[in-house]
């Protein structure tokens, strides 16, 4: 079992800047890839970033040259960078893990104001 816990959510104003991070509960140096989603009200759950175990990474569109995900040396952290942050990107975010399983975190708020 894997506990993912989220933080460094927020509000900030368009075009500033806030990093996510994501705590296992244990190294995840085992995965197969990681990765941020995000909700906004009224929508689906979509994919923001995915990291893979082989450091290749995937984007979505909306954020690609934004964005960045990351994790720490000990894979026990997995990071999202969000540059020149837009209202569209207002949004509850989660972490997710996958190894032969699947474990997603509580999510963590993101508001931009214009």
């Known amino acids: 079992q894997v506990q993912l816990v989220e933080s460094g959510g927020g509000l900030v104003q368009v075009g500033g800047s806030l990093r996510l991070s994501c705590a296992a509960s244990?190294?995840?140096?085992?995965?197969?890839?990681v990765g941020w989603y995000r909700q906004a009200p009224g929508k689906q759950r979509e994919l923001v970033a995915r990291l893979t175990s082989l450091d290749t990474t995937v984007y979505a569109d909306s954020v690609k040259g934004r964005f960045t995900i990351s994790t720490n040396g000990a894979k026990t952290m997995v990071y999202l960078q969000m540059n020149r942050l837009k209202p569209e990107d207002t949004a509850v975010y989660y972490c997710?893990?996958?190894?032969?399983?699947?474990?997603w975190g509580q999510g963590t708020q993101v508001t931009v104001s214009s």
């Open positions: 997710y893990l996958n190894t032969l399983r699947e474990y």
């Open positions: 244990r190294s995840i140096s085992s995965f197969r890839y």
